[in-house]
């Protein structure tokens, strides 16, 4: 017998607040793990490989001037080696229009990485469990060598599965 989960969501419009309600189909029960191409395909296949990165010491504005321009999601911060540090991401910029504010003091401090070895399906369960949109895949020596997003994996799902001809 299946359930239904009732969700209670609140939709804002110029008017002000309206409540809805939706309905989905709710299984308590989880589904079996099957592996997945995901499970052999390596992040380095579809991550990007040239990232803009930035200093601890560069300003917000550039920080989102860089954002902007280069229609990206997150900048790695990264120390003189290469190694991140942390990353601003677009959220990370909202309300940080003080003059002389810079990147390290933005960042998350934190740099989530993932090595070269790491599949898709890792970097899509460390996003899901973690919330993370961006994950830096690093080499052995640490290095940053790459940025997988939510929208890579997106992307590659699709063009597997014949959506998309890139």
């Keep these: 017998m299946e359930e239904i989960e009732v969700q209670r969501c609140r939709i804002y419009s110029g008017a002000g607040e309206l409540q809805a309600t939706r ?13 997945t191409i995901a499970d052999r395909i390596p992040v380095t296949a579809i991550m990007t490989r040239d990232v803009i990165c930035a200093r ?4 917000v504005d550039a920080l989102t001037e860089l ?67 961006h994950l830096m895949v690093v080499g052995t020596d640490h290095v940053l060598v790459g940025v997988i997003s939510t929208m890579d994996i997106v992307r590659w799902l699709a063009r597997n599965d014949g959506f998309t001809g890139e």
Excluded at 23 to 35: Q, V
Excluded at 73 to 84: F, I
């Design 23 to 35: 309905t989905r189909p709710f299984d308590s029960a989880p589904l079996p793990r099957m592996p």
């Design 67 to 133: 954002l902007v321009k280069n229609h990206i999601g997150c900048v790695p911060v990264v120390d003189d080696r290469g190694r991140p540090k942390g990353v601003v991401t677009k959220l990370d910029l909202v309300d940080r229009e003080k003059p002389g504010v810079v990147a390290g003091e933005v960042m998350m401090p934190l740099a989530i990485t993932l090595n070269t070895h790491a599949t898709i399906a890792h970097a899509a369960a460390m996003m899901a469990v973690e919330d993370f949109h």
């Design 56 to 59: 601890a010491e560069l300003s």
